[in-house]
């Protein structure tokens, strides 16, 4: 069974940086495409990111356009999340997901989900 485990979440005040990671375990990695999901209380998930399988095409979600950069490195079976310039509204849970289509991950359809890591901005 495929296992997606992310790391690098915190509390965090508006202007700072963070970097997420997912990895990926007993999968092939380089197959999937990938991407970043977010659920703040309340509010319904919201695809933020999401970088193809090959040849590293990205998708970046307007709300976060200019400010997050989703990468990935095949060989690491992780993928990244680099969020600059954090604010308040970026507050949530955010989760990875794997899909071997991009459009069907850009849906929402993951086949394989991370547990979620918290991020906290403050004012």
């Known amino acids: 069974q495929v296992q997606l485990a992310e790391a690098g979440g915190g509390l965090v005040q508006a202007g700072d940086s963070l970097k997420l990671s997912c990895t990926m375990s007993?999968?092939?990695?380089?197959?999937?495409?990938m991407g970043w999901f977010r659920q703040a209380p309340g509010k319904e998930r919201q695809l933020v990111a999401a970088i193809s399988r090959f040849l590293g095409r990205t998708y970046v979600a307007d709300s976060v356009k200019g400010r997050f950069t989703i990468s990935r490195d095949d060989a690491k079976s992780t993928v990244y999340l680099l969020m600059d310039s954090l604010r308040p509204e970026d507050t949530a849970v955010y989760y990875c997901?794997?899909?071997?289509?991009?459009?069907?991950?850009?849906?929402?359809?993951?086949?394989?989900w991370g547990q979620g890591t918290q991020v906290t901005v403050s004012s």
């Open positions: 007993r999968g092939t990695f380089s197959i999937y495409a």
């Open positions: 997901a794997s899909n071997p289509n991009l459009d069907r991950l850009r849906l929402g359809y993951g086949d394989y």
